[in-house]
């Protein structure tokens, strides 16, 4: 209401430009959801719990890391994911990883991020991250 008021010509356009990027993002957002409830419906919790449990050592956090590297989706729809991993035999620590994966490393949006700073800046954020990914979820494994 304060924007409309003070310039509702921007407002307005303001609006619409949000609108777009609400409907770019919808159908893969969407799409997301239905596949990664499809492959916790069909995947048995054993295969979750021998893969990415406690004892799934450096091949768990591998699969985390890479998983959560190239998956795009929003950090709120992780949540739900992460506590159904756990639910199904995940550890924490891989969890961790993947979450973090998922928030720091961009391998989907590489490109994009290349054009706004430079492929150096790019490939080094997005490898440091990935260490500092691991790093986290080795350190959750450590106090939980």
Request: proline fraction near 4%; hydrophobic fraction near 55%; glycine fraction near 10%.
């Amino acid at each position: 209401m304060v924007s409309i008021a003070l310039d509702r010509k921007k407002t307005l356009e303001g609006v619409k430009r949000g609108w777009r990027m609400f409907r770019n993002v919808l159908l893969p957002f969407l799409n997301i959801l239905i596949l990664i409830s499809v492959v916790l419906y069909f995947v048995p919790p054993s295969v979750i719990s021998h893969y990415l449990g406690a004892n799934s050592g450096v091949l768990g956090f591998s699969i985390a890391a890479l998983v959560g590297s190239i998956t795009l989706i929003p950090g709120f729809i992780s949540y739900p994911i992460a506590a159904g991993l756990i639910q199904q035999g995940a550890s924490y620590a891989v969890v961790a990883t993947f979450m973090t994966t998922l928030m720091m490393v961009g391998v989907v949006t590489l490109p994009l991020e290349i054009r706004y700073f430079g492929k150096r800046v790019a490939i080094a954020r997005n490898a440091l991250n990935f260490v500092a990914a691991v790093i986290t979820g080795l350190l959750v494994g450590l106090v939980l």
